[in-house]
């Protein structure tokens, strides 16, 4: 019972360090400026988007769906979330049993405890701060993308009905009436 509340210090602080390192795994991917397939659908993205605020959206200025999928920050799991209240609790356990349990602790010991409570506490609180940050930053990188790829779909889907507009998909009469004119136009050239 004395190195009870020890031992789940560092439960909590192995916790504390797990979720900080599941979140930063899945922020990887983003942070690799200088691995090339990062970096070449970073400038696509951001050409798509340049031309995407200009009205126009080049079909050559996107990323392939399997290239877009690969390098998009996702959104914090749910693993992770549900780890960071754990970690939580656990940073808060080993006060309550020294508190709870100073009978059955030893003088040495708790004097220890009451030494370094203090420095814990800042060392906890400090880790689950960071997660928060973590975790923030990694869902609004991932909130970020969404968006920018609903604007690019909305885009896209524009471009998409302008040209079918233009090409008279949706009035095959109209696409075979101009073919014939552009037959006869070729002929009085000669």
């Known amino acids: 019972m004395t190195a009870l509340p020890l031992v789940l210090w560092l439960i909590a602080l192995v916790c504390c360090v797990t979720v900080i390192v599941m979140v930063l795994k899945m922020d990887t991917r ?5 691995h090339p397939a990062d970096s070449a659908s970073a400038a696509s993205v951001a050409s798509a988007a340049k031309t995407a605020s200009d009205g126009v959206v080049a079909s050559d200025d996107t990323v392939a769906a399997g290239e877009e999928e690969s390098t998009d920050p996702r959104p914090v799991s749910k693993t992770v979330i549900i780890l960071h209240f754990v970690s939580l609790i656990l940073a808060m356990a080993p006060y309550i049993v020294a508190t709870e349990a100073a009978e059955s602790i030893g003088k040495t010991m708790l004097s220890w405890y009451d030494s370094v409570g203090g420095i814990s506490g800042a060392i906890l609180i400090v880790l689950i701060a960071l997660e928060l940050w973590f975790m923030y930053r990694q869902a609004s990188r991932a909130a970020k993308a969404e968006a920018t790829h609903a604007k690019l779909a909305g885009h896209k889907n524009l471009e998409h009905a302008d040209q ?6 949706d009035n095959p009469r109209k696409h075979a009436d101009d073919a014939v004119s552009a037959a006869n136009s070729g002929n009085d050239r000669k």
């Open 30 to 34: 983003r942070s690799h400026a200088g």
């Open 164 to 169: 079918s507009a233009q090409t008279g998909k």
